[in-house]
């Protein structure tokens, strides 16, 4: 019914820390690898607002789906209360309930797989400050 708006309420918040992190951020850091042969290559770690607009990402493309899928079937109307569960107290509390289980879960469940794909970028990101190269 109106689950998507909890994932919605979460993205309008990412984006506005997002932007706020992006003003404060600093130059991004450029880490220097030596190849072995003599020659270093520059890598730049990915900067903390860049990984927040994945979040946002994230957030954003599963709620516009969510929110298709709901005008799709009617649950989402271009008039006014706009949620059909919206117009008689029986449904908006099935609706509450909904938000309030599924919704969370979803936005909960969104940014659980977003912090281990942040896990994985900064252990991708180690092993790269980290690599040594081989002597030969």
Do not use: Y
Request: with cysteine; proline share 4%.
């Amino acid at each position: 019914m109106a689950c998507f708006l909890v994932p919605v309420a979460e993205a309008i918040v990412m984006t506005v820390v997002t932007k706020v992190v992006e003003a404060r951020e600093a130059e991004p850091v450029t880490l220097k690898i030596d190849s072995g042969d003599g020659k270093f290559e520059s890598a730049t770690k990915i900067p903390f607002s860049r990984k927040l607009k994945w979040l946002t990402n994230l957030l954003w493309g599963g709620s516009v789906l969510l929110a298709f899928e709901h005008v799709w079937h009617g649950e989402v109307v271009p008039w006014f209360p706009f949620l059909t569960a919206a117009s008689n107290s029986v449904d908006a509390s099935i609706m509450l309930h909904e938000m309030a289980t599924v919704g969370v879960f979803m936005a909960v469940l969104v940014t659980v797989v977003w912090g281990v794909m942040l896990l994985v970028a900064n252990t991708l990101e180690k092993k790269v400050c980290n690599e040594q190269p081989a002597a030969n």
